[in-house]
């Protein structure tokens, strides 16, 4: 696979991409999984068990989650103290089994250490191999190669609980994967920030970012989401909605037979047709009692109109020729919308909107 490892490389180097997932969050999450983990594999292959909080809530949890096997694969790391800090150019895989001496501690001699011949790359034929041998593989993979990633998840059928950002929602190869029921969002982060620990390198340009005592860096990340295809009760709770249909509040698209609706709880209890709604609707879905119809994003072929080259005039009157209202759901307007939003004019004035998931009640529910 030429060139397969450019863009991981370029992260790696970059230190954009290694972000270390809080244990507050990992065990906020992995609650509602209890069920799926016992006598199961675990594979956490984007993981340096130094850093990886991934790695510790497994191994310290071996036992009182029923484990059968723990296996974690590090990238270009083969450091025999498992908690240094030193870099090193080779891979290694861990494996893990349960405590022998009965310390409720993973020491480091009941830990196997075996050397990659290659760079651990999640891609890798070495770390496929290891992949094949799992039945749940959870872990933060690289936001950068994310749809490979999940891509990767699904060619060989695993289970799977993983940590992107929620436009992930949007890439084409991930919402057909929703739309089709085969993936859907966590219960434990619906909406704020996470906080993440970064390498000690790492340049602090976000906005948010703290040093602890001990001088480890964190920054926070916005809009982050859990990933799974593993099924939790949660899941099956019903979206109160309380507002009745009013044409007057909820207008429609010009490119596609829906109306607006820019809240989720603005849903209307009442209107049976396709409905345009946020991407973070999701963290409140029920497949029991809405259907997933597309996304305006890409459209998948909805889209019921194409428009030609038109003219943006932004809020300061900079006119520019675009064609991206084609990208995206579009309302026709009366007049020029807020300052801070754009409008197009040729003929009509319009207002390109954010995504918007497109969906329909299911017959029956409420």
């Not at 089994?97 to 651990?120: Q, R, S």
């Not at 080259?309 to 995206?328: A, C, E, F, M, Y």
Request: hydrophobic share 30%.
């Amino acid at each position: 696979m030429p060139n397969k490892n450019k863009n991981l490389h370029k992260a790696s180097k970059a230190k954009r991409d290694e972000f270390y997932t809080q244990l507050s969050d990992i065990e906020r999450e992995l609650k509602h999984y209890k069920k799926h983990l016992k006598d199961k594999v675990v594979y956490c292959n984007c993981d340096d068990p130094r850093v990886s909080n991934f790695f510790h809530y497994f191994s310290y949890n071996f036992e009182k989650l029923g484990l059968k096997r723990l296996i974690t694969t590090c990238y270009k790391n083969q450091d025999m103290d498992l908690f240094s800090r030193n870099d090193s150019e080779q891979a290694i895989y861990l494996e893990y089994y349960g405590d022998k001496n009965c310390n409720h501690v993973p020491d480091p001699e009941e830990i196997g250490i075996k050397h990659l011949k290659g760079d651990g790359d999640f891609r890798s034929r070495e770390t496929i191999e290891l992949l094949k041998q799992a039945d749940i593989v959870v872990t933060n993979p690289p936001f950068s190669l994310f749809r490979e990633y999940v891509a990767q998840l699904v060619e060989h059928g695993k289970k799977f609980l993983i940590i992107g950002s929620v436009n992930a929602i949007t890439y084409k190869e991930v919402f057909r994967l929703i739309k089709d029921d085969q993936v859907w969002l966590g219960p434990s982060i619906r909406s704020g920030d996470r906080e993440f620990g970064v390498p000690d390198d790492y340049p602090l340009q976000a906005a948010g970012f703290r040093i602890d005592a001990a001088g480890k860096k964190y920054i926070r990340v916005k809009g982050v989401r859990w990933f799974t295809n593993m099924d939790f009760k949660e899941r099956y709770e019903d979206l109160i909605l309380y507002k009745k249909y009013n044409p007057g509040e909820y207008p429609t698209y010009d490119n596609y037979d829906a109306i607006e609706v820019s809240k989720t709880k603005d849903i209307p209890v009442d209107y049976d047709g396709a409905m345009g709604v946020p991407i973070t609707f999701l963290d409140k879905y029920n497949p029991d009692q809405f259907e997933i119809v597309g996304i305006t994003k890409t459209w998948f072929g909805a889209a019921i109109k194409t428009y030609p080259p038109q003219i943006q005039v932004s809020s300061n009157g900079r006119r520019s020729v675009v064609t991206k209202l084609n990208d995206g759901a579009t309302l026709k307007i009366d007049s020029p919308p807020p300052s801070k939003t754009y409008y197009i004019v040729d003929g009509d004035r319009f207002i390109q909107l954010y995504a918007r998931v497109l969906i329909r009640r299911k017959r029956g529910s409420k």
